[in-house]
């Protein structure tokens, strides 16, 4: 990290293009020495995108954590994190019941939660296709944390049961667990994208313009969003390119609500009467922070109605799938 940041020409584009840099008036070679701030950083990448030398403060940031956790033992200290550890390291509502087949949907934790009814359909319909489930934390936010090596440990369990049942492919509905999850895991890791059109389900998305925020881990390569397309008719807009992260990113919120909250309702500044995107996390935020007119692109395709619950009762979907049987 050191050797990379003194490559810096402190041209500041970093701190234009990043309300969190701009707060504390650093540029990334500045940010890399305050490791009080590693959890303030929303982890969204645009500084990479913009820096001419290629630093990347994602990294920055992810460094710092870690060391810090080495620091304390392997223990964050934090009370900020306490819930999140208390759920996800392991997480308390994984469910292997249905992991028996060699292609098994992975849907993560936040899309049960703000979908459960698209959850449910896509479950029953893959299961009429013989291909099973499992729910499980990808342990990106564990990772995130600085707690590399817990990550690593929870991630065991997932490898065993693949390798117990001869999984041969990982359906993931999340970008977030498609990316991480794709550096992780020796398997075939695909998008559900991906198999309702190899399934032949799923209906195309109609519209004049469609205006796409791309979900920060997708916003690079998209190739995420590029096994969406085939079922998109219409202009893709990148309307959204000025809002920097959801605000819900790196688990900076607790640290930064202010910018969190900025983030979030820097998509009415778009000029667009609507949002579609591909992330539940983005979708509860956006509709949280009071764009009502935000859109999962998935319940869309599947021809679903559904409301995303915005208090507690996402918590609540989780324990829910958690004691599902099929």
């Known amino acids: 990290m050191e050797n990379k940041t003194k490559s810096c020409i402190h041209c500041k584009l970093c701190t234009k293009n990043c309300d969190f840099l701009k707060k504390y008036d650093m540029d990334l070679e500045g940010f890399s020495k305050r490791e009080d701030l590693a959890y303030n950083c929303f982890l969204c990448g645009k500084c990479k995108g913009v820096c001419p030398k290629d630093i990347d403060g994602k990294e920055i940031a992810l460094t710092m954590r870690q060391n810090k956790v080495k620091k304390n033992n392997n223990v ?76 690593e440990k929870n991630l065991a369990t997932l490898r065993n049961k693949i390798k117990e ?102 998509v009415a500044l778009a000029g667009e009467e609507k949002l579609y995107t591909y992330c539940a996390s983005c979708v509860g935020n956006f509709k949280r922070k009071g764009f009502s007119e935000s859109y999962h692109i998935l319940p869309i395709i599947l021809n679903i109605e559904e409301e995303v619950p915005l208090g507690m009762k996402s918590l609540f979907n989780r324990v829910l799938f958690r004691l599902k049987k099929q």
Do not use: H, W
């Open 76 to 151: 964050i200290l934090d009370k900020d994190y306490n819930l999140l550890l208390k759920e996800k390291n392991p997480y308390k509502f994984a469910n292997y019941k249905n992991a028996n087949k060699k292609s098994v949907l992975f849907p993560g934790c936040n899309f049960i939660s703000f979908l459960p009814k698209t959850s449910n359909k896509i479950i029953d319909e893959l299961k009429n296709n013989d291909i099973g489930v499992i729910f499980d934390c990808c342990q990106k936010p564990i990772d995130e944390l600085g707690l590399k090596e817990d990550a």
């Open 165 to 266: 049942e001869n999984i041969e492919e990982i359906i993931v509905v999340c970008p977030n667990c498609y990316y991480f999850l794709s550096k992780k895991l020796d398997v075939k890791i695909i998008t559900i994208y991906e198999k309702l059109e190899e399934l032949n389900m799923g209906k195309k998305i109609k519209e004049t313009s469609i205006p796409i925020y791309y979900p920060c881990p997708d916003r690079d390569k998209k190739a995420f969003f590029n096994t969406i397309t085939p079922f998109i008719e219409g202009k893709i807009k990148n309307s959204f390119k000025e809002t920097q992260c959801c605000g819900l990113g790196g688990c900076a919120v607790s640290k930064e609500s202010e910018i969190s909250t900025k983030f979030a309702k820097s």
